[in-house]
């Protein structure tokens, strides 16, 4: 079956297409919009690419995997991935957000909440000759299951990323959770013999991760284990209402996705609450938002000096929510750009 727009150019070709046109339509504002158009290109972000998920997933029989979207960027080539499917035995965390360039990739790990559609600003500041990968979290999307340590993440994720790129100079970072999440992979790499050029930790840390949680659940209101206590749908009205102003949680998610979200943030915050940082020989570059919306003591800057010995440090826009949004992510990238082109 064929459908046409008011200007008889072909679009939609049968119903999946037709449905998918009809979300994209929706969250874009704008119509009619082809087959082949680019939904980054077309007005999509990172928040409307969240909302895309949880529409797919609420109105269609498809599930779509969470970086989905990257890699299917076209009504035409999301329609194909999702009568496709996903292969749990074939998964890959690696999301390439980003993936043309002659730098050296920059791997970047998700924060807690197990996405990395959070990086696609920073990708596009970073410029087009900057190859950007995102490492997104098991779980995220129902399709395996998430992993429970700091370790089994690092060693997930090196996998993969070994199986990208072979043969190092690797770049690797993260923001909050992903930070600590890209020191350990740095070390496992280092100790394999693999030399990694590029460590950047985004306003990240273990006893950061502490106060992060103090910020979200702060004392007079119910802490993150009193949220675990709860019932299901108390725990999703507190995590909803926390976590919005990170933007965990699309507008319109159901409640299977956000369940997920939440179960994946606590249990991040759990592993890196129980990680023990080994030593790192590498050069440490610690990125730190000047506004602070934790509890003044805890210093990521302070806090890497005192683990490592070759620690780099920048200071950029924002807070550590807005840090990687705009306007301050441009700030960020700078720094971040610096920091690439730097390091040995």
């Known amino acids: 079956m064929l459908f046409e727009d008011s200007n008889h150019a072909v679009t939609a070709r049968d119903a999946l297409e037709l449905q998918l046109t009809r979300i994209w339509e929706d969250l874009l504002q704008r119509q009619p ?21 949880a529409r797919v997933a609420q109105e269609t029989v498809y599930p779509l995997p969470a970086g989905g979207i990257f890699q299917a960027r076209t009504i035409e080539k999301l329609a194909i ?14 999301v390439a957000i980003q993936p043309n360039g002659s730098r050296d990739p920059f791997y970047c790990i998700h924060p807690g909440g197990g996405n990395v559609m ?9 410029g087009e000759d900057q190859p950007f ?69 985004l306003d990240s840390g273990v006893v950061y991760a502490l106060a992060i949680m103090t910020a979200m ?17 108390e725990q ?3 995590f909803r209402e926390r976590s919005a102003p990170a933007k965990l949680i699309p507008d319109q998610a159901d409640d299977a996705m956000a369940t997920r979200i939440l179960n994946l943030f606590v249990g991040n915050m759990k592993a890196v609450m129980a990680y023990k940082p080994g030593p790192y020989q590498g050069c440490v570059s ?30 950029v826009p924002g807070n550590h929510i807005t840090m990687v949004h705009e306007p301050h992510v ?10 690439l082109s730097e390091s040995p």
């Not at 290109?41 to 909302?51: K, T």
């Open 236 to 238: 999703l009205a507190v």
């Open 118 to 126: 959070c990086y696609m600003q920073l990708s596009k500041r970073l």
């Open 81 to 94: 991935l999702l009568r496709e499917g996903v292969d749990p035995e074939s998964w890959s965390p690696l």
């Open 330 to 339: 441009a700030g960020l990238a700078d720094e971040l750009r610096r920091a």
């Open 286 to 315: 610690v990125f730190r938002a000047e506004q602070t919306v934790t509890l003044p003591r805890f210093n990521p800057h302070r806090e890497w000096s005192d683990r490592c010995d070759n620690v780099q440090k920048y200071t």
């Open 33 to 53: 919009i082809g087959l082949n158009e680019d939904f980054f290109e077309i007005g999509g972000d990172s928040i409307l690419a969240m909302s895309l998920l």
């Open 133 to 201: 990968f995102g490492l997104q979290a098991p779980g995220l999307d129902g399709i395996c299951s998430p992993l429970q340590s700091v370790e089994a993440m690092a060693e997930c994720y090196v996998k993969a990323i070994l199986a990208h790129q072979p043969d190092g100079p690797y770049c690797l970072g993260g923001w909050s959770v992903g930070g600590v999440v890209a020191y350990e992979m740095a070390r496992r790499l280092e100790q394999a013999g693999h030399q990694v050029k590029t460590l950047a930790l």
């Open 217 to 233: 659940f702060p004392r007079g209101g119910p802490g993150i284990l009193d949220v675990v206590r709860k019932g299901p749908s």
